[in-house]
């Protein structure tokens, strides 16, 4: 997807076109729109990025933005917010998570530009096909899951943890999957090799496992793992939580995220 943004504003004063205009200039197709929901919900497969600047007293600013968060939340879009301060204040108490930035007027266009640059960047980044690494003892779970996962990852599958370390020496995948009960070498002790290694240290790195009472649960996070995935999970639920994981770690915590946590 080229970079795009969808720009919903009430009404064309100059201030709307001169936005609209800088981001042109800054290489974005600008889809403007109005401040209706069957308005957006068209365009909104041409954007990852939503910039709404409401009108004083709109009266479909709370429905729209229900809507604009549930778009948000379902399709790992970002919204922006340009407003006067009350307003600011009222929407991001209710909707903090899924707004990427705000702008209180008289506003800055040249901000405006760099922050929907940067964030056209993370985007290229969350669309970049990712590289995962599978370590599991298991070669028919192995296979399965290479199979679930080929036509959106690259995926690598070792079956122990000497193969995985030895794997890493050569390349540095987006994301780890580990077995945590392999035998000879278990999951903790892979995950304990590779956190201590400075340059492999900052590679995610999930948890598979095959149990799921509450003391194993917490077994596993005691390690701090960056998340842990049930083996049993049917393949849309893999692939909802790896891009849910990813859109959490690149876009809505802005890096690395550490606080992400199972299903």
Sequence with gaps: MQRSIIYIESTQHLINQAIGNKLQEAGFTVHTVPPDIDAVNRQRH?????????????????????????????????????????????????????????????????????????????????RRRKMILIVDDDSDFLTIMARWLKNSYQVVGVTSGEEALEYLVQDHPDLI????DMPD???????ARIRHSPLLARIPLIFLTGINDRESVMRIIRHKPDGYMLKSMKK??????????????????KGYNPAFRGF
Excluded at 236 to 241: A, F, P
Aim: charged residues 30%; proline residues 2%; aromatic residues 12%.
């Design 46 to 126: 041409d954007a990852d990025i939503l910039l709404y600047y409401p009108e004083d007293g709109d009266t479909g600013t709370g429905l729209l933005m229900q809507y604009l968060s549930d778009l948000c939340r379902d399709e790992y879009k970002s919204l922006c917010l340009i407003g006067d301060s009350d307003f600011i204040v009222r929407i991001r108490e209710t909707e903090k998570k899924w707004i990427a930035h705000t702008y209180i007027r008289p506003i800055d266009m040249n901000v405006i530009t760099v922050d929907m640059t940067n964030l056209a960047g993370l985007y290229d980044e969350f």
């Design 177 to 180: 999957l580990l077995d945590y």
């Design 185 to 191: 070498m278990d999951g903790y002790e892979v995950m």
């Design 236 to 253: 849309l639920e893999i692939l909802d939580t790896l891009q849910r994981f990813f859109a959490e770690s690149i876009l809505y915590r």
